[in-house]
């Protein structure tokens, strides 16, 4: 199920008592939901179920980078999404899935490529591509979207998809900061996606779903650190331009002194 609050959706796959949540802001950009804001939205989502999981689509790379702090109206935005989309929310039955992956050499996708999910209920299909890159062009979302709605009614389904975004950094080493994909080699994915999709619609079968939470500790490279390291940089440049001269003058006294000895 989905819900739009705003200028945000939230979309919800609700199975047995767990749930996980996915946000959006495409085709305007959302970056970096703040860590207190993430944990809020899983408390209020475990007001109707005991396991629950939430992320940012990160699915729509236009060049604004601004995060989401507490406090933020998109934030209130997302919470009250997660608050109105359990209330519209039909009930469960049992359904069928099948997964596939894909891998390109491409810059703009990192090594962990392209992997898509098909959730399927009768003549209903949902259909979850998640892509190992830093963003996405919100017209190259749109083009992936319709592609999905079009593979489902080949197989005589309603399919809705959507498409996420590891927001990986692994790519920008070379390229910068914005390397969303879409941004070339669009033929390439696209025909990555229709085998893919094509591949798991033959393996649909009926599924038996569990969940459970663990707490494990990661290191992110985040805004934090880059101000940090920002701020080294800073602070080492302005003491070499005091030293370096030093230094330099030094060497060139000790080489004289070196050569009046021979």
Aim: proline content about 2%; overall charge neutral; hydrophobic content about 45%.
């Amino acid at each position: 199920s989905a819900c739009r609050v705003g200028t945000g959706r939230a979309q919800a796959y609700h199975i047995n008592d767990a749930a996980f949540l996915s946000y959006s802001r495409a085709p305007r950009t959302t970056e970096d939901i703040n860590l207190g804001l993430g944990l809020a939205l899983m408390e209020k989502a475990k007001r109707h179920c005991s396991s629950v999981g939430v992320v940012d689509e990160h699915n729509a790379e236009t060049g604004d980078i601004s995060s989401v702090e507490v406090g933020n109206p998109i934030a209130f935005e997302m919470l009250d999404a997660t608050e109105r989309i359990f209330e519209s929310e039909s009930k469960q039955s049992s359904f069928r899935f099948a997964s596939a992956s894909s891998s390109l050499a491409i810059d703009t996708l990192g090594k962990n490529g392209l992997k898509l999910a098909l959730f399927s209920q009768g003549k209903k299909m949902n259909a979850m591509l998640l892509a190992d890159s830093n963003g996405i062009v919100p017209g190259f979302r749109s083009a992936l979207i319709e592609l999905m709605g079009e593979l489902g009614k080949e197989c005589g389904c309603n399919c809705k998809g959507e498409v996420m975004t590891s927001d990986t950094h692994q790519i920008n080493t070379v390229r910068g900061v914005l390397n969303p994909l879409g941004a070339e080699h669009r033929g390439d994915v696209m025909m990555a996606v229709r085998r893919m999709f094509h591949e798991a619609a033959k393996r649909l079968e009926e599924v038996e779903f569990d969940s459970a939470e663990a707490r494990f500790r990661i290191k992110v490279f985040g805004t934090g650190q880059s101000a940090e390291i920002a701020s080294t940089i800073n602070a080492a440049v302005s003491i070499l331009r005091v030293a370096l001269p030093i230094i330099l003058i030094a060497s060139a006294l000790l080489l004289m002194w070196a050569l009046g000895k021979i």
